[in-house]
């Protein structure tokens, strides 16, 4: 679903790369965290997923197409195939939570009676069922983030990607919400988050890709936020392969929906 090929982003040449010779596939259907300190590319990653920047060297494809190669006219349509959460909510203040999550569905040209019947079964799926009339003032930080996230997937998007979506969120809110992402993913959605939550990392034990200065350090299925493995070794007799990834990439995967 999104593979990037020895991907390496520099924006200042004096500096080191964002991101360093990254090569990692996310399958469709997989949840997968982003993890490393500030400044390791993870935001840089969703950039290039979402062709916000072109990569520096390597190829970045989403449902099988090298995004740096779609005409600028293509680029919208790769964009809506890809939900997007961020920190800090950013909902329309003046619009109800109703209106909020059809004008994402209103942008595509999605006719009336469609968004009158979706909308609301979208805000049951993130838990904000009959709140529709509601202003994003009148809701807690938790809730508003249901509604970021009811924006997000209304048009069924097959990748939905948050960026560190729990940042402004206590523990239990927190909570809340990973069930949801997690809710979303189980329907299909492939899901990869940057987060720096090692409570909610170490809650949810699902893949873990960890960047630091640019690289990929760690790629382990069902992990935790710190690795609990020592550095790489050969299994010892009779000890079970390791359950982690590769990091190299199958080549002449075709091109699919997203
Ligand atoms: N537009 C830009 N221009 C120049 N340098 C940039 C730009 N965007 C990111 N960088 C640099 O690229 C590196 C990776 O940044 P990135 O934002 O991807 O990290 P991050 O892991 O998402 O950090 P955080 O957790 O703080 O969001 C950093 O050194 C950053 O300063």
Do not use: C
């Amino acid at each position: 679903m999104i593979r990037f090929d020895n991907v390496t982003m520099v924006y200042d040449k004096k500096a080191r790369p964002a991101l360093d010779s990254v090569s990692i596939e996310i399958e469709r259907g997989e949840f997968a965290f982003l993890v490393g300190p500030s400044g390791s590319g993870k935001s840089t990653f969703l950039r290039l997923v979402l062709r916000e920047d072109r990569a520096t060297a390597g190829a970045v494809f989403v449902a099988g197409q090298n995004v740096a190669k779609l005409s600028s006219w293509r680029v919208p349509r790769l964009r809506r195939g890809i939900g997007v959460v961020f920190q800090d909510f950013r909902l329309l203040p003046q619009k109800t939570v109703f209106a909020n999550v059809a004008f994402a569905m209103q942008v595509i040209g999605k006719n009336r009676s469609v968004i009158r019947e979706t909308v609301p079964e979208v805000l049951k799926t993130v838990g904000l069922e009959g709140m529709g009339h509601r202003m994003p003032h009148e809701l807690s930080g938790g809730e508003q983030q249901r509604v970021a996230i009811a924006r997000a997937v209304v048009n069924r998007p097959g990748i939905l990607l948050a960026d560190e979506p729990t940042g402004n969120l206590d523990p239990t809110t927190s909570q809340g919400i990973m069930q949801v992402l997690d809710k979303i993913n189980q329907n299909g959605t492939t899901v990869v988050m940057a987060t720096h939550d090692d409570d909610i990392v170490n809650s949810m034990r699902k893949r873990v890709i960890e960047l630091g200065a640019g690289r990929v350090l760690r790629d382990e299925a069902k992990a935790l936020y710190t690795s609990m493995m020592p550095a790489v070794r050969p299994p010892r007799l009779g000890e079970p392969a390791e359950d982690r990834h590769s990091v190299s990439s199958p080549a002449g995967a075709g091109e699919e929906e997203i």
